[in-house]
């Protein structure tokens, strides 16, 4: 597709359950961010791949979360052990950019929305 | 530091009303970029427009306008004749020299605008 593709759209886990999302970036984008977003706020950043490299973690919240992009596209976000605060939206976004290049535009997915139970 | 701050919280105009949103952000570098996102009920985010801190200029296109200002720090959003299709949630958001390596966004909290018909 034209655009960045999620899945699955809507996960209901229960507490402790492990969970992974996908995320499909634009074909030919170097760059792949990850972001969660809970009800009522704005997107925080998670995570940064340039190809398949994992360059900025800074934003996981813990090492529960991790995340992935082997052969510098599919990108696999995973929580392990899933817990009430991990509900969120979490947004998977790319960009034509490689490092170094801010201010590029950067497209976003609509999203895989958690809900721990 | 590097903040975004969005203080309108929600807005409701009635169809064909003019619509200002707010956007002001702090950073110390004088290189930065600045984004308005549109996030309908759907859940993706939608890129609106992007401006480097070197151009000052106004930016009009369609219905939509953007006045940035360094002085005071803001990147305000205008809607001109508000439609109902114009309901959602708008993110202001800033890349700057902090995030350069990587380009990710700092949003502000967003802000809900309700267009009636």
């Known amino acids: 597709g034209a655009g960045v593709s999620q899945s699955p759209r809507y996960k209901v886990a229960k507490r402790g359950q492990d969970v992974a999302l996908r995320c499909d970036p634009i074909?030919?984008?170097?760059?792949l961010f990850w972001y969660q977003q809970a009800l009522g706020q704005g997107p925080e950043f998670l995570t940064y791949?340039?190809?398949?490299?994992?360059?900025?973690k800074s934003g996981l919240p813990s090492d529960r979360f991790f995340a992935e992009r082997p052969e510098g596209s599919v990108s696999t976000l995973k929580i392990q052990r899933t817990q009430q605060e991990d509900s969120a939206v979490y947004l998977c976004?790319?960009?034509?950019?490689?490092?170094?290049?801010?201010?590029?535009?950067?497209?976003f997915g609509e999203g895989s929305w958690l809900t721990v139970v | 530091a590097q903040k975004v701050t969005q203080a309108q919280t929600e807005i409701s105009v009635v169809e064909k009303e003019d619509v200002t949103l707010d956007c002001v952000y702090e950073?110390?570098?004088?290189?930065?970029?600045l984004f308005w996102y549109k996030q309908p009920p759907s859940g993706e985010l939608v890129f609106l427009i992007r401006?480097?801190?070197?151009?000052?200029q106004n930016e009009i296109s369609g219905r939509y306008s953007w006045n940035f200002q360094k002085s005071t720090s803001s990147f305000n959003f205008t809607i001109t004749a508000s439609q109902v299709v114009d309901s959602a949630v708008y993110f202001c958001?800033?890349?700057?020299?902090?995030?350069?390596?990587?380009?990710?966004?700092?949003f502000g909290q967003g802000t809900t605008l309700q267009v009636k018909p």
């Open positions: 976004a790319s960009s034509l950019a490689t490092v170094h290049s801010p201010g590029n535009t950067i497209y």
């Open positions: 074909s030919g984008h170097v760059s």
């Open positions: 791949f340039q190809n398949e490299a994992q360059l900025d």
């Open positions: 950073t110390r570098d004088t290189t930065y970029y």
């Open positions: 401006r480097n801190s070197f151009d000052e």
């Open positions: 958001a800033l890349s700057d020299g902090d995030s350069s390596n990587t380009g990710k966004l700092i």
